[in-house]
């Protein structure tokens, strides 16, 4: 399974994106998708996910300005981010869990990133 994630750029801080990521694959469900962030010399830090019923986790740094949600016919996560500070610059990459068809009768699972793209929040 692949994610193609789209939406990143340059925003000055107080303005906003939107970031897409669609799973391609042979897919049978999907069970938890969200979207992490990385520094240079930092650790890849969860910024928000959501699971198939619906339920979200965010990390305090963006709760109340990023809103994650997901198109389950298209299996496409999206993340809503408003008030984009400085500090939201980052490479943002998706990842996404659940299982695929191997064969007819034969499932796997599996957990993917998509490629990441670049978030630049300056004057």
């Known amino acids: 399974v692949q994610l193609q994630a789209s939406g990143g750029g340059l925003v000055q801080p107080g303005g906003f994106l939107r970031l897409s990521c669609a799973a391609l694959g042979n897919i049978f469900s999907i069970s938890s998708m969200g979207w992490y962030r990385q520094v240079p010399g930092k650790q890849r830090e969860l910024v928000a996910s959501i699971n198939s019923g619906g339920s979200t986790n965010y990390a305090d740094s963006v709760k109340g300005r990023f809103t994650i949600s997901r198109d389950n016919a298209k299996n496409t996560v999206y993340l809503q981010m408003n008030s984009l500070k400085p500090e939201d610059t980052a490479v943002y990459y998706c990842?996404?869990?659940?299982?695929?068809?191997?064969?007819?009768?034969?499932?796997?699972?599996?957990?993917?990133w998509g490629q990441g793209t670049q978030v630049t929040v300056s004057s």
């Open positions: 990842n996404a869990a659940g299982k695929e068809r191997m064969s007819e009768r034969r499932k796997a699972d599996f957990r993917s």
